[in-house]
């Protein structure tokens, strides 16, 4: 590998050379034979000035540029560098670009040589990295980044990343080198060359390289299959005896009474055959409170224990700390793993058949391709979670994952490989298997199929169990599943499956679903017209509906039958739902008279049309389900059931969601599944109104199993650890428009952020409200004082977004939804936490208004029994944000008087720790944080 590469970072005025942007500084350093020989950096006169925000940026003003050299005279130096070497950068075009137009301008010829891009290569070949800036990539290899946004420094971080990269390239076998070799082409950067050469040396060895499994020309990781731990005749001795051990061998080990007690608990619980609700403080150390005793019941049983989480944050923390640190504390060895639902995992034949399907040729979906062939080399697990994909990867993510409709089993060449039922092989020899709360209630409605079989279940996050029992068994479709299924199949001969399928009859004799194929390709499209056509009229019947209420989107609960919907507007939708059933049978029979005469003839096909065969027939059991769901969403009348529709008023003309719900779950729960179970343990952080546990036994069906209850306190101090302050002088939103609400809010925030110095949390309930609040907080501050971040506003998961506020001093971070809960920042990265309202409901949600409904028709008062309850639990998570250890300390704000001036805000007060509440004009209250701060 003697390739010169010379790697090159501008600092410039702006972001436009053609509109006379210019460069400030430059840094270039070569790299051969992956080591730097050389390096170059200078200041340019741009011969004007700098503007403000640049020079904030990268620390670059007039003055440093001032006496500096201007472009010409540092070009023949560059050019000489460059000459007969590859162009690398981060972000290739835009310093490529820059140097292109100075080039030109000094009279120079430019750069006509090969480019690397440093970005896309790291998308490529760094799956697992939490991002591709810079400065993430640095931190993600342990590169030294000492000024970032300062030329030389970001070229020499650059050239070192380069050196990471083509090192990961050398150490790829040589198959999948080959593999990746067609899709190199659709990259930016010039890869092939670079790649033959590896290539070429590999193939100087003849031998395969070590560590990988080679099948069907496509390498994988090697993966050593799980085997069931042998039983011996010691006794399981007592999770007390096991604690005593572990205590004693381990002098860091911290004994928490409320942990033990909850041991004591889950004990008692399985070995009772008894279901129980117990309630952790935050650091009670809930995971190991429940896995000790879970652990030893089911190895004293024989029998598997399930552990289901709401988050597959909470999963990897299981997996990551608690299952290893178990490891340590037990006696015995014991198998634990992760199962998910079947689409997070990578179908191999849906891969393979892929690598050498040239009809979807665009640039996301070649590098998709091109990462996948990367990370098989990686993963045991094959799960999605795993990668970081872009939107264009995701859309090609749905046509290789495992499903159940496309899936040959036993037939499959990639069964003994394939990762969803290697999980589920893992699976059936775990003592503990750690799901989620989805696949759980999938497996409950599929009647255990997914699963090993169990007894005993630990439930944690429960208080998510009502909305997810709720999903699961309700339906739910939309314009965009219909869309994505019909371009699988193809809407003509020319792509899609049916493309595959014309291809197929070239090979094998079908003579009688020629003409069947042409049937369909004019009835396809037809299909899809009348479905536009409906979805379209749903969308505008809404905003109709809506006028003059709708945001971004509008949401309408309905019932088909009902005679408030005799309009003509709506008898119209009704009958374009007919048109569209009667259709999709039509085509429906078409596409089972193809997928039986082509099975008919499967001894005749290879693997690969045997695929095409089953994709094809996997798409129309999809269809016809989805179509079965449009016809019952529409047309069915659902006694105990919510139906709804929701549409984007900004979206697409057919973005039209259409739901149906079980109102109520506790009986269906009740008798489906605490029946059916020995001992189901439900626990989090959140589930008690007032020290009662009346609510989500009601919600979940639990009154007459008369389960065990328990709420086990924090070990924190919260008196004190935490200022809990209700500024009196925040206006009630009911009293005031929302405008003059938000400009008095984000002013009461730019105050409190003062004397915090940021490292802040502000949490909305409405995402209008957290956008418009944090528009005026920016206007309201200068560009420097604070760094802000916002869910929906700044691109990036939570995860991402939590991770970049904790990087800088003076943070805010403004979130809603997923922010209430499982996010963890423990330390002085999170000082403030502000609540701006409470989190009611909002009172156009159909299920919450469906449930309201039958509440008061059954006596029941509605507020009190439902919405309530849902606003302290959502409360209580949220104040959780703040205090995660002993040595956390902060204040909690909620600028919403509700909470001491009605009746019902003691319900929230009384449902906290015990913290002392303070209210009074916000300049008292911080003149009062200050003190306690300076104490800190």
């Not at 920016?778 to 700044?794: H, P």
């Not at 963890?824 to 919450?848: E, K």
């Amino acid at each position: 590998m003697n390739n010169r590469y010379v790697v090159i970072d501008v600092e410039t005025t702006g972001n436009a050379p053609a509109k006379g942007d210019r460069i400030i500084q430059i840094g270039a350093v070569v790299v051969e034979n992956h080591e730097i020989v050389q390096r170059f950096s200078s200041f340019v006169n741009p011969e004007v000035a700098i503007p403000p925000f640049i020079e904030q940026l990268t620390g670059i003003d007039d003055s440093m540029v001032q006496d500096a050299p201007l472009f010409e005279e540092v070009a023949p130096t560059l050019l000489t560098m460059l000459e007969g070497a590859y162009f690398v950068a981060h972000n290739v075009l835009f310093d490529l670009n820059f140097l292109q137009e100075e080039f030109q301008r000094c009279g120079y010829a430019t750069f006509q040589g090969p480019l690397l891009d440093t970005v896309e290569l790291a998308r490529l070949l760094f799956l697992q990295a939490d991002g591709y800036q810079l400065n993430q990539l640095a931190d993600y290899l342990g590169i030294v980044h000492e000024n970032p946004h300062q030329a030389d420094s970001d070229a020499e971080v650059t050239a070192h990343l380069l050196i990471s990269l083509i090192q990961k390239l050398v150490t790829l076998p040589l198959v999948t080198l080959q593999r990746l070799q067609p899709f190199l082409t659709k990259m930016q950067s010039s890869l092939e060359e670079i790649v033959s050469d590896i290539m070429a040396e590999k193939a100087k060895t003849h031998h395969e390289e070590r560590g990988f499994d080679y099948y069907r020309n496509v390498a994988l990781k090697a993966y050593e299959p799980l085997q069931r731990i042998e039983e011996d005749d010691e006794p399981v001795p007592p999770h007390q005896d096991v604690l005593q051990a572990y205590a004693t061998n381990m002098a860091y080990y911290e004994k928490r009474s409320a942990q033990e007690e909850m041991m004591d608990l889950v004990s008692e619980a399985m070995n009772d055959h008894r279901h129980a609700i117990i309630e952790a403080g935050t650091g009670v150390g809930k995971s190991l409170g429940y896995l000790i005793p879970a652990l030893l019941y089911g190895k004293k049983e024989g029998r598997p224990i399930i552990v289901s989480t709401h988050t597959i944050q909470l999963q990897q923390q299981l997996l990551e700390r608690d299952i290893p640190l178990l490891h340590e504390m037990m006696p015995f060895d014991f198998h634990a793993t992760v199962l998910k639902g079947r689409n997070h995992y990578l179908c191999l034949r849906k891969f393979e058949q892929s690598l050498d399907d040239r009809s979807d040729d665009n640039y996301d979906t070649n590098l998709t391709k091109a990462q996948l062939l990367i990370w098989l080399t990686e993963t045991e697990q094959g799960d999605v979670e795993e990668l970081s994909l872009s939107s264009g990867g995701k859309i090609f993510w749905h046509q290789v994952k495992s499903d159940a409709n496309s899936c040959l089993n036993h037939r499959c060449p990639w069964f003994s490989r394939c990762f969803y039922h290697r999980k589920r092989r893992e699976a059936q020899v775990s003592d503990i298997v750690i799901t989620n709360h989805a696949l759980l209630f999938t497996d409950v409605k599929n009647d255990a199929q997914l699963l090993p079989a169990y007894k005993e279940v630990i439930i944690d996050e429960a208080h998510h169990v009502e909305e997810v029992v709720s999903d699961h068994f309700g339906v739910q479709t939309d314009y965009f599943q219909f869309a994505r299924l019909l371009e699988r199949l193809g809407l003509d001969p020319e792509n899609g499956l049916l493309e595959k399928l014309y291809s197929l009859l070239e090979d094998v004799d079908v003579p009688e679903v020629l003409p069947l194929l042409e049937k369909l390709c004019k009835e396809l499209p037809a299909l899809k017209m009348e479905i536009d056509d409906l979805f379209r009229s749903l969308r505008s019947y809404v905003i109709a509906k809506n006028k003059g209420t709708m945001n971004d989107f509008g949401r309408l609960s309905y019932r088909p039958q009902a005679s408030d919907l005799a309009s003509t507007h709506w008898q119209a939708i009704v009958e374009m739902g007919q048109r569209v059933r009667f259709a999709s049978k039509d085509s429906n029979t078409l596409l089972k008279k193809v997928t039986k005469a082509l099975q008919d003839r499967e001894e005749h096909m290879n693997t690969y049309q045997q695929g095409v065969v089953t994709d094809f027939e996997g798409v129309r059991a999809k269809l016809e389900e989805e179509y079965k769901g449009l016809f019952y969403l529409l047309h069915i009348e659902h006694e105990d059931e919510v139906t709804w529709i929701e549409v984007e008023a900004k979206g697409a003309k057919n973005a039209v969601y259409l739901f149906s719900k079980p109102i109520s779950i506790h009986d269906l729960l009740a008798d489906e599944y605490f029946a059916k179970k020995n001992s189901v343990i439900l626990t989090s952080a959140t589930l008690s109104i007032k020290s009662s546990f009346q609510y989500v036994m009601e919600r979940l069906g639990l009154l007459d199993f008369g389960p065990i209850t328990a709420g086990l306190p924090s070990p924190f101090n919260y008196k004190e650890q935490v200022k809990f302050m209700v500024p009196t002088d925040v206006p009630l939103i009911n009293q005031v428009d929302q405008g003059a609400f938000i400009r008095d809010i984000a002013e009461k925030l730019h105050q409190i952020a003062h004397v915090t110095k940021g490292r802040m949390l502000v949490l909305f309930t409405s995402n209008d409200m957290l956008r418009q609040t944090y528009q005026r907080f920016k206007e309201r501050t200068g560009n420097d004082e604070f760094v802000l971040f916002a869910q929906g506003v700044d691109s990036g998961s939570r995860a991402r977004l939590t991770k970049n506020f904790k990087k800088f001093e003076q943070a805010i971070l403004f979130g809603t939804s997923s922010f209430w809960e499982g996010i963890d920042i423990p330390g002085d990265d999170l000082s403030c936490l502000v609540i701006v309202r409470l989190p009611f409901t909002p009172p156009d949600s159909p299920i919450t208004a469906a449930r309201g409904e039958k509440l008061r028709q059954e006596g029941g008062n509605p507020f009190m029994e439902l919405a309530l309850p849902q606003a302290i639990i959502r409360f209580k998570q949220g104040f959780g944000r703040l205090v995660r250890s002993k040595r956390d300390r902060g204040v909690v704000f909620v600028l919403d008087r509700r909470i001491i001036d009605t009746r019902y805000g003691s319900a929230f007060i009384q449902s906290l720790p015990a913290v002392p509440l303070q209210k009074e004009k916000l300049p008292v209250l911080l003149d009062d944080l200050k003190t306690w701060l300076a104490h800190k």
